[in-house]
C-alpha cells in the first residue's frame, strides 16, 4: 500500500505459494501487480530541448509532386533534377535538418502497472550418495505485463504524422512551423497540399504509451561438496532463456503503420522507436548464463567465474542487402586466489589477488562502438585486495 500526494492511495496485491509434494521436491507460484508512478521530471519538468536530425516529409512530398526529387528516397540525400524550372525556390537544407524537440513534463500521466506471474520447482534429490554432495536444481517459468509505459512519442514520428495529416487536409499542432514564405508558396503551388513552412520546433511531451510483455525461463543448477580431505568445493550455473519481449506499437505509431500498409504513407518512411518482437533486439540477449566454481582448502581459496551473453541485433542498421546488423555473442572469464590467517597477529585478514576478463576480450563491435547496456569495455587487468575483520 503506497499513498502519493499528486496520485493518492495505491493497493497492489501479491500472492506465493509453496508446496513440497515430496522430500526434495518443492513446487513454487505467485501473483503480483505492481505500480510505478511517474516521477517528478516525467510530472513537472520544464521545456527541454533536444536536437535530432530528421526529415520533412511534407516538404519531401510536395518537391517530388513538382517532380523536383525523383521521390521521397531522394530525401535521404537530396539531390534536385537538374532543370527544375523552380529550382531557386527550393530549400535543400529543409529536406533533412537538426530539429528542436521540445520536450516537457505532462501533469496528466497516469501511473504504469504491472501484472507478474511465475510457476517453478526445485529439486534437491536425496537419493544420491553423500560422498557425491549435495544437488540443488531450480527451474522458474516467469511472465510480465506492463501498461500505461511513460515515454514519448518522438520528433521524427511527430513528423511523419504530420505528413500523413496534411495529406488528408489537416495538420499535427504539435509540429510548430513559421509562416509559410513566398518560396514555400510557390514549391506547393498546384500539389494539392496546403503550403507549410519550415519547421520551428517540435512539442513531444511525455504520455503514457505502449504496454510490454515479457516472459522467460530460468534456470540454476548449484552443487556443493564439504568436509573432504582434499577441501570444500562448490560449484553454480544459472541460465536465462528470453521467450518472448513483445511492445506494442503506441497508438500514434500504430496509426502510422496501418496508414503505411493502407499506401498513405509512402514506403520509405521508416518509424523511430522499437516496437514488436524485440528478442535479440538491441540490449536483449535471448540467452545468457553465469557459472561460478569455488575451492577451499584449509586458508586457501581459490574462485572462478564466467559468464555468456547471446548476440543481439543492432537496431536500425542494415546493409545494402537489408540484413540486419548483429553484435556477436561473448564469453568472459574471471579467477582469483584469497588466503585468509586464522590465528595470530594477522588472524582476520584476508589478501587476494584476481584477473578479470582473462582472455582480454573485447566488446563485440556495434555500431558506436560497443553495446553499454550488454557489455563492458574493459579489457583484462589484475587487481589485489586485502580484508580486516576485528
Known amino acids: ?32 501487480q505492481g505500480f510505478r508512478a511517474p516521477n517528478l521530471v516525467q510530472i ?4 527541454v530541448t533536444r536536437s535530432n536530425s530528421s526529415t520533412d516529409w511534407t516538404y519531401c512530398e510536395a518537391l ?28 535543400p537544407a529543409r529536406i533533412r535538418r537538426n530539429v528542436a524537440e521540445q520536450r516537457a513534463g505532462n501533469p496528466n500521466l497516469q501511473p504504469e502497472e504491472s501484472e507478474t506471474l511465475s510457476f517453478g520447482t526445485v529439486i534437491q534429490p536425496d537419493f544420491t550418495p553423500a560422498q557425491l554432495g549435495d544437488f540443488t536444481i531450480t527451474i522458474d517459468w516467469w511472465n510480465v505485463k506492463q501498461t500505461g509505459m511513460v515515454g514519448v512519442f518522438r520528433g521524427q514520428n511527430a513528423l511523419t504524422l504530420d505528413y500523413l495529416l496534411r495529406k488528408q487536409g489537416s495538420f499535427n499542432p504539435n509540429v510548430v512551423r513559421a509562416a509559410p514564405t513566398p518560396e514555400d508558396v510557390a514549391i506547393f503551388a498546384g500539389t494539392g497540399l496546403q503550403a507549410a513552412g519550415e519547421i520551428l520546433y517540435v512539442k513531444d511531451l511525455y504520455d503514457n504509451l505502449q504496454p510490454q510483455e515479457v516472459e522467460g525461463i530460468d534456470l540454476g543448477v548449484m552443487w556443493s561438496l564439504r568436509g573432504t580431505q582434499y577441501g570444500d568445493f562448490s560449484v553454480n550455473l544459472n541460465v536465462s532463456h528470453l521467450l518472448k519481449y513483445y511492445l506494442e506499437p503506441s497508438p500514434g505509431v500504430q496509426a502510422l503503420m496501418e496508414a503505411k500498409a493502407n499506401g498513405e504513407i509512402d514506403p520509405v518512411v521508416a518509424f523511430s522507436g522499437s516496437a514488436g518482437d524485440l528478442i535479440r533486439s538491441g540490449g536483449r540477449p535471448e540467452w545468457k548464463w553465469s557459472g561460478t566454481a569455488t575451492w577451499r582448502y584449509q586458508n586457501i581459496t581459490l574462485g572462478a567465474y564466467t559468464s555468456y551473453i547471446g548476440s543481439v541485433y543492432q537496431d536500425g542498421l542494415t546493409n545494402a542487402a537489408g540484413e540486419v546488423w548483429t553484435v556477436e555473442s561473448q564469453i568472459t572469464g574471471n579467477l582469483y586466489g584469497e588466503y585468509e590467517w586464522e590465528d595470530g597477529r594477522m588472524a582476520g585478514t584476508a589478501v587476494r589477488l584476481g584477473v578479470r576478463n582473462l582472455t582480454d576480450e573485447a566488446p563485440p563491435l556495434a555500431v558506436d562502438g560497443y553495446l553499454g547496456t550488454v557489455h563492458q569495455p574493459y579489457g583484462r587487468y589484475w587487481y589485489a585486495s586485502v580484508r580486516k575483520s576485528f
Not at 499513498?3 to 492511495?9: A, K, P, R
Not at 496485491?13 to 513454487?28: F, H
Not at 513537472?44 to 521545456?47: D, E
Open 1 to 32: 500500500y503506497e499513498h502519493y500526494s499528486d496520485f493518492g492511495d495505491i493497493a497492489k496485491p501479491k500472492v506465493a505459494v509453496a508446496w513440497d509434494l515430496a522430500e526434495g521436491l518443492r513446487l513454487r507460484g505467485s501473483w503480483a
Open 64 to 91: 517530388t509532386r513538382r517532380t523536383a526529387i525523383a521521390g521521397l528516397g531522394s530525401c535521404v540525400s537530396p539531390t534536385i533534377r537538374p532543370g527544375f524550372s523552380d529550382a531557386a525556390s527550393v530549400n
Open 44 to 47: 513537472n519538468a520544464s521545456i
